[in-house]
């Protein structure tokens, strides 16, 4: 016994009713979703001179594209960029570098927003350099910190520079270190350095800064939690975010509870005790009595030698740094090593070897070759 088919009988059925109303016209064709016409203009490639003079003259457009040079994978912009780097090297260091860091949903972007307004008032130029994590599924970021920052963004006294985290830490760290040179020749003499949120990164931002801020909120559990974290050590200053309506009371509950456990770690060594204060960014409540601190700390440490002692540090440990992503970028860029290293991979995978063997292996050709 045989059947018909559905779709035959589908075929068939539209084969003998041309005439019928049940038929679907053909749409358009896919459109491109850039204009076919568009014809896109190249940009002249600027002269490491040129990039210098542009950043020294305070040219915002130019310092973006000399930051996109840093940024760049490209070994030949990476080379331009330390030449950049180099010619504006005797015109940074002039600035206050301020990491920020707290909890997600701590008011990151809001603070800065409402302190950034407040600090241009003072006549002071800002570079917000703001760290955004990027996927570890498809490597990319959203970069949206410009749009929660709407009003700083108009700003001719601030510049906002989002960069991705990219997954690399370390290199995040250095760019972001490179960067605030360049921001420093540009002629900011403040630069806040905001941080993905409690994590690894603030390790590596608060080798890069003169003063650790931490925002922390009341009302989200138990309010002593922060004291289990190493973060806390870190902090040079610690605020209590959104004080604000029904919130107020808890905020100074938090506050004096911050107080106290801070007094129980060692005394810091700059010599000052982190103070710990409320604010509303929304409000605008607060806001001068947390950079009247900003302010007393800084005054502080450099009256009494420790922000050059600071610095001094910090640049003997970015030399090593500097050192150790060099000898990484050379083992697994050599030609030699490449086609090795999948090789010994393949080997440890199917457990005909160790991991550590064929480490030693690799290394040992490596520097059989220098």
């Not at 040219?59 to 180099?86: F, G, K, M, V």
């Amino acid at each position: 016994m045989s059947f018909t088919k559905i779709n035959h009988y589908e075929h068939e059925y539209i084969d003998h009713h041309h005439d019928s109303a049940l038929q679907v016209t053909e749409g358009v064709e896919d459109q491109p979703v850039v204009n076919p016409y568009l014809k896109r203009r190249k940009k002249r490639q600027l002269s490491t001179a040129e990039y210098i003079e542009g950043i020294l003259k305070g040219d915002i457009t130019i310092l973006s594209r000399a930051i996109t040079l840093i940024e760049s994978s490209n070994p030949a912009h990476y080379a331009q960029a330390q030449e950049i780097i180099e010619g504006c090297l005797p015109y940074a260091g002039k600035s206050i570098r301020i990491g920020i860091t707290g909890v997600p949903g701590a008011g990151k972007s809001t603070w800065i927003e409402a302190v950034g307004n407040m600090v241009t008032r003072l006549k002071h130029k800002l570079a917000v350099l703001a760290i955004d994590p990027s996927s570890e599924r498809s490597g990319g970021s959203i970069l949206g910190d410009k749009t929660r920052m709407t009003t700083i963004t108009t700003n001719p006294d601030i510049f906002v520079r989002p960069s991705p985290s990219a997954g690399s830490l370390g290199g995040v760290a250095r760019k972001t270190r490179e960067t605030i040179v360049l921001c420093e020749a540009a002629g900011f003499d403040v630069i806040f350095i905001e941080t993905v949120g409690v994590g690894q990164s603030e390790t590596a931002v608060h080798s890069m800064v003169d003063m650790f801020l931490l925002l922390q909120i009341s009302g989200a559990g138990d309010d002593l939690q922060g004291i289990k974290r190493g973060i806390m050590e870190m902090a040079d200053l610690m605020v209590i975010t959104k004080a604000d309506g029904e919130n107020i009371h808890k905020a100074e509950l938090a506050r004096v509870q911050y107080q106290g456990a801070l007094r129980l770690f060692p005394m810091p060594e700059s010599g000052m005790r982190p103070e710990v204060y409320c604010c509303s960014s929304v409000a605008e409540t607060g806001l001068e009595e947390v950079w009247k601190g900003v302010e007393n700390y800084i005054d502080h440490i450099q009256a009494n030698g420790y922000f050059r002692h600071n610095r001094n540090r910090q640049n003997k440990y970015w030399m090593y740094e500097t050192i150790n992503e060099a000898l990484k970028s050379s083992f697994y860029h050599n030609p030699t090593i490449e086609p090795l290293i999948a090789e010994m991979e393949a080997r440890v995978l199917e457990e005909k070897t160790s991991s550590f063997t064929a480490a030693h292996e690799l290394l040992d050709t490596y520097f059989a070759q220098k």
